[in-house]
């Protein structure tokens, strides 16, 4: 493709030659890693890095032009100057894969907590009703039915436009954090729909305060397509504060929640029978979803009128999600020998934390164990509040390792002793090793007791323990199949 085409919609501090306008270029890169031969290497200067350092790297694997931010002369292939190198990316990475969400049926989701259930559950409705689905998040990329690792909840701009043009599905759903949104990864993506689940105290290690947060989330809905609508939930207060601004702009909002204002209101939680009612135009359509909690209620919401407004009648919406299995590492059950329960969850908020100990209680444990850490390095301003969740809701907590991040075993102990003494109460524990936490859980819990683990989910554990296990779900089963054959002996 011709460098003036990818330029088009790209303003450079001085104007490029015709003879670099005319240049013939086979794919770009934002790593010097990457590049071959005839690409556009974008230097960025990033969080740990700074990528104009690698220019002249990528010029010797035979970059044919670069653009950067800094002021460079002197280099042996032609530089543009750009205001903004991540948004550059965006626009050149849109242009080079052919606009490629224009043509898709596009769903992006954001909000702290929620993305990755409703992405899953909104995928099994619409796959189970012939649409053929990718999804791209948290967990993995799926696209053409092929699963693909995911390093980031929103890939790079580079990689989000390639992974859309290589679909072949109806429908591309995304994952959208409000880092991606703040570093230009959905630059040139346009959505149909855009969600938004809710908002808490999160990342502020990263955005200054949670206005911030707020302002950078919303910047989603300055993605929508003409005609494209939001689907917002109202039952917390930004999400009422979102609707008023949508609104005001002219934009068709779907609100959900249970005030009689919303367009798709919460008659009713069953919580006994695992179900909620709706008020769906006319009709009151009383949904049932084997997933636990009120947190799963709303993603099961938002993942409803999605399909609706997709075009999907609700009786076959309702049979499928009354068929959905749930998502790996969020609010998993294991039953173990002895009658207890055993869950892994990913919540690493004081919210979603919340939500797991009280569906717990709300499902019948006799006393809730609570099993959690902080990860070293992130959010530090959260730790007080989820350490007053668990103190003030479980029956007994036991402060354990989470990823560390670089930060010495030690100290993260001490943190832990210096935060329990300052926010926790006399059901505190600490058990530094995760897996010996999880045993002294198991070994001392009775019949319908429910242990919760928090934190990791899905993920694999980054410290080693003592317990050569990769997982919160692999120690589990670990101790439980243990159980069962020591009882069996
Ligand atoms: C702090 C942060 O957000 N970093 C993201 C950012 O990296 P960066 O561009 O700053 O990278 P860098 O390492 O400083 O390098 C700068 C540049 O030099 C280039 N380079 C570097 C080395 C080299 O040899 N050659 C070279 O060209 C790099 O390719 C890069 O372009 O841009 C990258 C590409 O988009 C992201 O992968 C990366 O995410 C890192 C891995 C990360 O951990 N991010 C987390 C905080 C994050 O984004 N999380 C959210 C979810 C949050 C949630 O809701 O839970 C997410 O969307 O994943
Ligand atoms: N609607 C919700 N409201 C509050 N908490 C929720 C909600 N949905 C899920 N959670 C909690 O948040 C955890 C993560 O859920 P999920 O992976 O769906 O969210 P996410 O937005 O994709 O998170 P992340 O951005 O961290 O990947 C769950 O394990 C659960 O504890």
């Not at 596009?106 to 907590?113: R, Y």
């Not at 992405?119 to 053409?144: A, D, F, M, P, R």
């Not at 690792?149 to 436009?161: E, I, W």
């Not at 499902?363 to 099993?371: D, L, N, P, Q, T």
Request: hydrophobic letters at 35%.
């Amino acid at each position: 493709m011709k460098l003036k085409k990818l330029m088009e919609e790209i303003k450079t501090v001085s104007e490029m030659n015709s003879e670099t306008a005319n240049l013939i270029v086979t794919g770009i890169a934002d790593s010097s890693d990457s590049v071959s031969q005839g690409h556009i290497f974008v230097a960025i200067n990033g969080f740990n890095q700074d990528g104009h350092q690698f220019i002249q790297e990528a010029i010797e694997k035979g970059a044919c032009l670069i653009i950067g931010e800094s002021e460079i002369t002197g280099l042996t292939v032609p530089y543009l100057q750009v205001d903004s190198s991540r948004k550059a990316l965006g626009i050149l990475a849109n242009k080079f894969y052919g606009t490629p969400s224009n043509h898709k049926l596009m769903i992006g989701i954001t909000g702290t907590n929620g993305k990755t259930t409703t992405s899953y559950i909104l995928k099994h409705i619409l796959e189970n009703n012939g649409k053929s689905c990718s999804l791209i998040g948290t967990i993995q990329n799926v696209i053409n039915g092929q699963v693909k690792k995911s390093t980031n909840t929103t890939p790079s701009s580079l990689d989000l436009h390639g992974l859309i043009s290589e679909s072949k599905d109806e429908v591309v759903i995304v994952e959208v954090s409000s880092h991606g949104l703040s570093q230009y990864r959905v630059q040139g993506i346009t959505f149909d729909l855009c969600l938004f689940t809710n908002l808490e105290h999160e990342h502020l290690d990263y955005h200054p305060t949670i206005e911030d947060y707020f302002q950078t989330k919303m910047l989603l809905f300055d993605h929508l397509k003409e005609g494209g609508q939001a689907i917002v939930n109202t039952d917390n207060h930004w999400g009422k504060r979102l609707v008023k601004i949508l609104q005001g702009r002219g934009i068709n909002v779907n609100s959900i929640g249970q005030s009689s204002n919303n367009k798709f209101k919460i008659l009713d939680f069953n919580f006994k029978n695992s179900n909620l009612s709706v008020e769906d135009g006319d009709e009151a359509n009383l949904i049932f979803s084997p997933m636990y909690g009120i947190h799963n209620m709303y993603n099961t919401l938002m993942a409803y009128v999605s399909a609706r407004l997709v075009g999907l009648g609700e009786d076959s919406i309702i049979e499928c999600i009354s068929n959905f299995r749930g998502v790996e590492g969020r609010f998993e059950k294991t039953k173990l020998s002895n009658g207890a329960i055993i869950v892994v969850d990913y919540a690493h908020t004081s919210e979603s934390i919340l939500h797991c100990l009280t569906t717990a209680k709300q499902y019948g444990a006799k006393r809730v164990i609570h099993i959690f850490g902080f990860r070293g390095n992130r959010d530090q301003s959260k730790r007080q509040e989820m350490l007053t969740v668990t103190s003030g809701t479980s029956d007994q907590y036991i402060l354990t390792m989470d990823d560390l991040n670089s930060v010495p075993q030690n100290e993260m102990i001490e943190t832990l002793k210096s935060l329990n003494n300052l926010y926790g109460n006399e059901k505190g524990l600490i058990i530094p090793d995760r897996t010996l936490a999880i045993k002294w859980a198991i070994e001392h819990s009775n019949p319908e007791d429910w242990i919760i683990i928090t934190g990791k989910g899905h993920e694999t554990y980054q410290q080693n323990y003592r317990l050569q296990t990769n997982s919160d779900k692999e120690t589990v089963l670990y101790f439980s199949n243990k159980k069962k054959h020591s009882r069996s002996n």
